[in-house]
């Protein structure tokens, strides 16, 4: 057993991971800050990181920050929210050039400067946020939760998602909601965020052509905040009896018509057949070789894309399919036909090896992306697995035909979301 | 400073014309290859090589092909890839048509089948059929993306006659007229190895690379020289008209402004030299860092998916601004005034030295990714240029450079503007 990564505890509680190499051109610095997802603090969780990428003690607004990281040579730096299942993730991170390609050595110690300031040091006025700042990222906030309307893609992969996870802290939006916007203000916020930034778990990853010791000794220096009491971010899930499928249409002025349909899988990842579960998606629709791609695509002419996904920390997989209007009862027939024919075996040899050769592939091709190491650790970390590439890939190659019949049988059809058009 | 970045690019010119090109990367997992023809949706008018005849092709059958590639006799070469392992995919833009894989083991196997699925063109009225039903949900969808018909709009006030203000997938219409022969005409005509490139990045060694290539080569005659001659409208230097505005069924109102570049005519070098003191000239007067970003965001205008960009090609050129804004016409107004009040009053070498030095730490960075890298390559291999020299023709732009790009290009009679407007404000 075993990741890349030197794994280190610091004395406040931050976690931090090394992974040395000298295979990228950069060096990559990425925290995270792990929360609950729950209602009465989500949009909080979310508003936090664009506050806090506004200003800070040391470069009070973003124009500031910026022109010192340009004359870095481009070190760029961002934060988000991320949702793991029914964790709430604040990510930090910034990516500074390889001091060798241009010649000044301090870019590293210069780059960390931004980055620890905005995550520790944040910009306060009489004791809290700068008021400017919180209600402009609030504006800005509420129109990015209203933008999801005119991505109709997703928007129908949240919308059912929404409507299966009903009453679920599953359902709410990684980005909060406008009403629970309203009760925000610069006060209740940095009481918020000094509460986060002192007891929530931190995992800081460092990856790149670095000198481990020399990296170790600056991130103590730096990350210096007080923290204890680290509270523990509860990642189980309860399994959910589904009796009868629910039906979810909405109607709007569209072009075309879009499917989502939502199953539980009742499998996550840490489960001992959670990849003959991630097989299963690849056969029914991870790619061109896959049942929905084959025949709502190939055979019938339906679609332009039919496909499924896995939420590995949840336990649940969403098909989505963009169809004409007038078809989608032929679209539901021939889709729940595939997922049938899994449920029975009914699994060519081709659709079976091709599906694990992709899954092979995509986890090896991983392994060249600095973001895609980290995400890929952050998953582990959060679902307690501790995992190389090669033994997922050991892993994958083992699951065979029977494991997938196995696990199709706990796969359950939840809820059908049908886009519309207006009539 | 190294250039090189610690990178080989190693070539080879093959008898018929085709070039190749490996960038090894061996600690990669990753084989990643395209193989790319400089043939694009707007290739819409030219001269047929055998015949000499001069031919007008419906919209979007550059996008068309591209989808029937995929089809040989055998079946479809999708599922020869997942026998493999390897991903696959293609795309077509204005300029040219992109296929690849990507892959961590097989290498030759895929490269093999990559060369074999481009080179054989097999279309049958049937398949071209069927197609014509999933190009026809593809361009539904595009109809739903707000983004999308943002930028079409702003192209099509841009341009008068320029097929680059035309959809590169076409029209419902257009495709219906899309049949087997034309297909055979424009594969024959522009899938001719001098006019495509091959570029293989990643855990491959070069020497590998160029003997599957060759004796992919053997097997077939080799084809003749051919000259492509490629028709294009007359496009006059003014913008055919000043604004456009949709409604569409969206959250919030998009804004798009456009400049249209008439310092066209040429690539290579030059080409790459005029993008590279455009980009910076943005970066300068809108980027994150410039006093004008701060002063929109803080009015609430635009927010963090406000961008900019900068399109050159060899026989058009034009400049994009815009994102998301509560209001278009105030948001209009202000960039109005931003270009003019540099105009007048110029930009400042600190700006220009630090954007510089900004743009050669994300080229580097890009250096990450083989995707990256690979689509800058070939996109600029069509354009002439070697994208290998861009630290040094970056090196090269001084701040006179960018300075007089300013007063050439940003000229407000030759600009235009595309909104979207929610659906509801139209009652």
């Keep these: 057993m075993g990741n890349l990564f030197k794994q280190k505890a610091l004395e406040n509680n931050i976690n931090i991971h090394i992974y040395h190499t000298s295979k990228f051109k950069t060096i990559n610095f990425y925290l995270f800050v792990h929360q609950e997802l729950k209602k009465e603090i989500a949009t909080k969780t979310a508003l936090l990181p664009f506050v806090l990428k506004r200003g800070s003690q040391n470069f009070p607004t973003q124009r500031s920050m910026n022109l010192f990281l340009e004359n870095l040579y481009g070190t760029s730096t961002d934060s988000d929210i991320l949702k793991r299942g029914e964790v709430h993730v604040l990510e930090f991170y910034m990516e500074i050039p390889n001091p060798k390609f241009i010649g000044e050595e301090n870019l590293i110690e210069e780059g960390l400067k931004v980055f620890q300031d905005v995550v520790q040091n944040p910009l306060t006025e009489n004791g809290s946020f700068k008021k400017e700042y919180v209600d402009q990222e609030k504006e800005i906030l509420k129109r990015n939760i209203e933008s999801l309307y005119n991505d109709k893609f997703n928007y129908v992969i949240e919308r059912c998602i929404q409507e299966m996870c009903e009453g679920e802290p599953f359902s709410i939006y990684k980005y909060g909601s406008v009403e629970d916007l309203q009760t925000i203000d610069s006060n209740n916020l940095y009481s918020y965020y000094n509460e986060c930034i002192t007891t929530c778990p931190m995992d800081l990853f460092i990856l790149g052509d670095i000198d481990e010791n020399k990296i170790e000794k600056l991130i103590k220096e730096m990350f210096f905040i007080q923290r204890k009491d680290i509270k523990k ?17 909405e109607k709007q002025d569209v072009n075309q018509g879009k499917l989502a349909l939502g199953f539980r899988t009742n499998t996550k990842y840490g489960n001992s057949d959670y990849y003959a579960l991630a097989v299963y998606n690849s056969i029914l629709g991870g790619g061109p070789y896959s049942k929905l791609f084959q025949n709502v695509r190939e055979k019938e002419s339906l679609a332009y894309y039919a496909f499924s996904k896995l939420e590995k920390n949840k336990g649940l997989m969403l098909i989505s399919s963009g169809i004409e209007f007038s078809k989608k009862d032929k679209a539901l027939d021939i889709i729940g036909k595939q997922v049938e024919d899994m449920e029975k075996g009914n699994i060519s040899a081709y659709e079976f090896d091709s599906a694990v050769k992709s899954l092979v592939n995509a986890f090896k091709e991983a392994a060249d992306s600095p973001s895609a190491i980290i995400q890929s650790r952050l998953d582990g970390i959060i679902n307690g697995v501790d995992e190389t590439t090669d033994e997922i890939v050991d892993k994958l190659q083992k699951v065979t035909k029977d494991d997938v019949v196995n696990v199709a049988q706990k796969i359950k059809l939840d809820t059908i979301f049908f886009l519309n058009k207006i009539d | ?60 059958i550059a996008h068309f092909l591209e989808h029937k590639m995929f089809d040989m006799e055998y079946g479809n070469v999708f599922d020869k890839f997942s026998e493999l392992g390897a991903s696959t995919n ?203 970003y701060e002063k929109l965001y803080e009015e609430g205008l635009i927010d963090d998916r406000f961008s900019f960009n900068y399109e050159g090609q060899k026989d058009y050129g034009f400049c994009t601004i815009g994102g998301e804004t509560p209001d278009p016409e105030r948001l209009h107004k202000e960039l109005e005034q931003i270009i003019s009040d540099s105009l007048s009053k110029g930009i400042s070498s600190d700006d220009f030295e630090r954007v510089k030095k900004k743009h050669i730490g994300e080229f580097i960075q890009g250096f990450n990714s083989l995707e990256f890298i690979s689509s800058a390559f070939v996109a600029y291999h069509h354009k002439n240029v070697n994208i290998f020299d861009y630290l040094n023709i970056l090196e090269e732009i001084s701040f006179e450079d960018v300075t007089k790009r300013l007063n050439t290009f940003f000229n407000l009679s030759r600009h235009a503007v595309s909104v979207v407007m929610l659906k509801e404000s139209m009652k």
């Design chain 1, 233 to 249: 971010i509860n990642t189980e899930f309860s399994e959910k009896i589904v009796e009868k499928p629910k039906y979810v249409e």
């Design chain 2, 1 to 60: 400073m190294d250039a090189y970045l610690g990178e080989r690019l190693v070539s080879k010119n093959l008898k018929d014309g085709l070039k190749v090109f490996v960038v090894p990367k061996m600690d990669y997992n990753k084989v990643f290859a395209m193989y790319s023809t400089h043939y694009g949706s707007v290739d819409n008018e030219f001269v047929v090589p055998d015949t000499g005849e001069q031919i007008k092709v419906p919209e979007g």
């Design chain 2, 90 to 292: 293609a795309f077509t833009s204005y300029n040219y048509t992109t296929y690849l894989f990507s892959s961590t083991s097989k290498f030759e196997e895929n490269l093999k089948l990559l060369l074999e699925f481009v080179e054989t063109p097999y279309f049958t009225k049937e398949s071209v059929e069927k197609e014509r039903g999933i190009i026809a949900q593809e361009l539904e969808m595009y109809e739903d993306e707000p983004d999308w018909q943002l930028l079409l709009n702003l192209l099509k006030c841009l341009y008068h006659k320029h097929p680059v203000r035309i959809d590169i997938g076409g029209t419902l219409e257009s495709i219906q007229k899309i049949d087997v022969d034309t297909l055979y005409k424009c594969y024959n005509t522009f899938y001719h190895p001098s006019n495509m490139v091959l570029f293989v990045s990643g855990c491959i060694q070069p020497e590998t690379v160029f003997e599957i290539v060759e004796k992919s080569r053997q097997a077939k005659a080799s084809p003749l020289k051919a000259e492509i001659k490629r028709i294009y409208p007359d496009e006059p230097p003014t913008i055919y008209k000043p604004s456009h505005t949709t409604y569409l069924d969206t959250a919030e109102p998009l804004f798009l402004m456009g400049f249209k570049d008439i310092d066209v005519g040429y690539d290579g070098r030059p080409l790459l030299k005029k993008e590279i003191a455009t980009d910076i000239l943005l970066e300068i007067l809108l980027g994150r860092s410039s006093k004008s």
